[in-house]
T-cell receptor, first 112, second 115 residues
Framework: NAGVTQTPKFQVLKTGQSMTLQCAQDMNHNSMYWYRQDPGMGLRLIYYSASEGTTDKGEVPNGYNVSRLNKREFSLRLESAAPSQTSVYFC???????????FGPGTRLTVT | GDSVTQMEGPVTLSEEAFLTINCTYTATGYPSLFWYVQYPGEGLQLLLKATKADDKGSNKGFEATYRKETTSFHLEKGSVQVSDSAVYFCALSERGVQGAQKLVFGQGTRLTINP
């Protein structure tokens, strides 16, 4: 039982490049989330998926797209990376009727 | 929209000192409240929660009480250890689409405990 896994752990992109951050959970959770963590700002929700086949915007969705590929996987795509997207990205999942979100270890992304 | 405000950090204490990290919130309705902890190089973990007014959440010697009248959820521990060094986040839950829980986080407080 690996919990929530994220790949890659680190990534450096040039402005304008694209990439996809991968997230998978093996806990059979319905809800999945993508957050970004910036110094002094806590975590902010980018997108979430209440269940397989649905996705919705969070607080800071601009510049991102997501795909809920199946119940296990929820990917985050940057189509044209910008320096403002330099951040640490966390994926999380939650079981139905549970208060706790389980977080992955994070992806540290630098855009130059 | 809903928001959470935490005391500014960083906070540095000596081992066995008393800890308080302040947290206040603004919300419509009555959200559930949480403290999450992030150890170096890791993701966040739930430390404790409270789901209604006057509830006290507790775990690992940490406590926080849901105070509706002051819209606060301050984190306390009577005697901190070096292993408590981490970043602490206060959060509240909003209801999203299809009943999904959306968390709104404070900015985080970095705690360092010196031996």
């Amino acid at each position: 039982n690996a919990g929530v896994t994220q790949t890659p752990k680190f990534q450096v992109l040039k402005t304008g490049q694209s990439m996809t951050l991968q997230c998978a959970q093996d806990m059979n959770h319905n809800s999945m989330y993508w957050y970004r963590q910036d110094p002094g700002m806590g975590l902010r929700l980018i997108y979430y998926s209440a269940s397989e086949g649905t996705t919705d915007k969070g607080e800071v969705p601009n510049g991102y797209n997501v795909s809920r590929l199946n119940k296990r996987e929820f990917s985050l795509r940057l189509e044209s990376a910008a320096p403002s997207q330099t951040s640490v990205y966390f994926c999380a999942s939650r079981a139905p009727a549970s208060y706790e979100q389980y977080f992955g270890p994070g992806t540290r992304l630098t855009v130059t | 929209g809903d928001s959470v405000t935490q005391m500014e950090g960083p906070v540095t204490l000596s081992e066995e000192a008393f800890l308080t990290i302040n947290c206040t919130y603004t919300a419509t309705g009555y959200p559930s409240l949480f403290w999450y902890v992030q150890y170096p190089g890791e993701g966040l973990q739930l430390l404790l929660k409270a789901t209604k007014a006057d509830d006290k959440g507790s775990n690992k010697g940490f406590e926080a009480t849901y105070r509706k009248e002051t819209t606060s959820f301050h984190l306390e521990k009577g005697s901190v250890q070096v292993s408590d060094s981490a970043v602490y986040f206060c959060a509240l839950s909003e209801r999203g689409v299809q009943g999904a829980q959306k968390l709104v986080f404070g900015q985080g407080t970095r705690l360092t405990i010196n031996p």
